[in-house]
């Protein structure tokens, strides 16, 4: 036994404005049908039944296996026209859906499914948050209580025997199944919808449909970025050198407009770097008298806080400072867990490491401390 689908195509949708009708209208690269489509595909149902008006039977850019029904005058003539073409004997359970929700998430039609398994009805909600009026001429004529309220969504699903039997006791009418089933006497549980499950109704809606599916896009499209940062202070008189946000004990410090902590520096720049975002220098300028001595976990937070605002997380960071002196090995462990900590990521994606450049160069001379830092960023 089988899920199946039917997915109701068979309106004309002239709210949403347009020369054809609202499901036939591009977004985001496809048609509205495409993507509601695509959703219930790559949930797995099977048979899909798709309702279709009279006049669009021959529509080019249907995917071979769908079944094309022709609807009726209404949506209920419509689903009853779709429940025929399913067999009770292959068919267990039946989703409905409306092809104007294209950005169903597959979450949505996974708790449908699921709840399948223990009831005989059940449809995505979402509890009404809003306050409610009554309107007449424009003007607010009183309230509406709206405890108990839900909006409902689809795609909404039954076992199909029962619902074959509502549908054909049925006077017609009714504004979806949930309503025929309930006519039926059947018990429909209500399963957590989505904001992102609109229905797309008037012209303003494909704006931001639009934006739904492209973040869904990108969530399902991993973006992978990798960047280096690379640092260099020179010492000074002082007691102790800032790296990666511990104070190591020496008989210098690093000299600096401000902590000169090159480790953390080198990490920032590798973060800005894989952000195409530019270096530390772009976003807090040394000509800049408040940032004289300041902390660099400033600069790295808000480093980080850039790749997330920009869709990233952080995945991973490998920095190596390399002097002769201070030692770092007895210091990386405490290293590790500042960084993790103004981060916000876990001690085991950051690596602190140490070389020397065999007595060459200005560090071979202890003239001073560079520091080499890889990140990556992968899209959150």
């Known amino acids: 036994m089988t899920d199946a689908a039917i997915i109701v195509a068979a309106g004309r949708g002239t709210r949403a404005g347009g020369n054809t009708a609202k499901q036939w209208q591009p977004l985001a690269g496809r048609r509205v049908a495409d993507w509601a489509l695509k959703a219930i595909s ?33 949506r209920d003539a419509s689903v009853r026209a779709g429940l025929a073409a399913l067999d009770p004997q292959v068919v267990r359970n039946v989703l409905i859906h409306d092809v104007a929700r294209p950005c169903v998430p597959q979450s949505v039609i996974a708790a449908v499914r699921e709840a399948l398994n223990v009831a005989e009805a059940a449809a995505p909600g979402l509890a009404v948050t809003d306050a409610l009026w009554r309107a007449e001429d424009g003007k607010v004529t009183g309230v509406q ?4 309220l839900m909006r409902a969504q689809t795609p909404q699903g039954f076992r199909l025997a029962p619902l074959l039997a509502a549908h054909a006791a049925h006077p017609g009418g009714a504004a979806d199944d949930v309503e025929v089933a309930r006519a039926a006497g059947m018990t429909v549980m209500i399963v957590p919808g989505h904001d992102s499950n609109l229905k797309i109704t008037l012209p303003d809606d ?68 894989a952000l195409a975002a530019g270096d530390i220098g772009r976003h807090f300028p040394p000509s800049d008298p408040q940032w004289k001595g300041a902390e660099s976990h400033i600069f790295l937070a808000h480093a980080v806080a850039l790749a997330r605002s920009s869709g990233y997380r952080v995945s991973n960071i490998d920095c190596t400072l390399i002097c002769e002196q201070p030692k770092v090995g007895p210091h990386a462990g405490a290293m590790q867990a ?43």
């Open 206 to 273: 494909f704006l931001r449909a639009e934006a739904i599916l492209s973040q869904q896009q990108r969530k399902n499209t991993m973006d992978i970025r990798l960047g280096n940062g690379f640092d260099v202070h020179a010492f000074e008189p002082g007691d102790g050198c800032w790296l990666c946000g511990i104070k190591v004990p020496h008989d210098k410090a690093l000299k600096g407009h401000s902590d000169a902590d090159v480790g953390m520096h080198a990490v920032t720049d590798a973060i800005y770097g």
């Open 42 to 74: 790559e949930a797995g149902l099977s048979p899909i039944v798709v309702v279709l008006h009279p006049d669009d039977m021959a529509m080019d850019g249907l995917p071979k296996e769908v079944i094309r029904i022709a609807g009726g005058a209404s």
């Open 145 to 148: 209580i709206r405890d108990g």
């Open 338 to 380: 500042r960084m993790a900590e103004i981060m916000g990521l876990e001690a085991d994606r950051i690596s602190i490491k140490a070389t020397t450049s065999e007595k060459l160069g200005f560090t071979g001379r202890e003239e001073g401390i560079a520091a080499i830092a890889t990140a990556t960023l992968v899209s959150a």
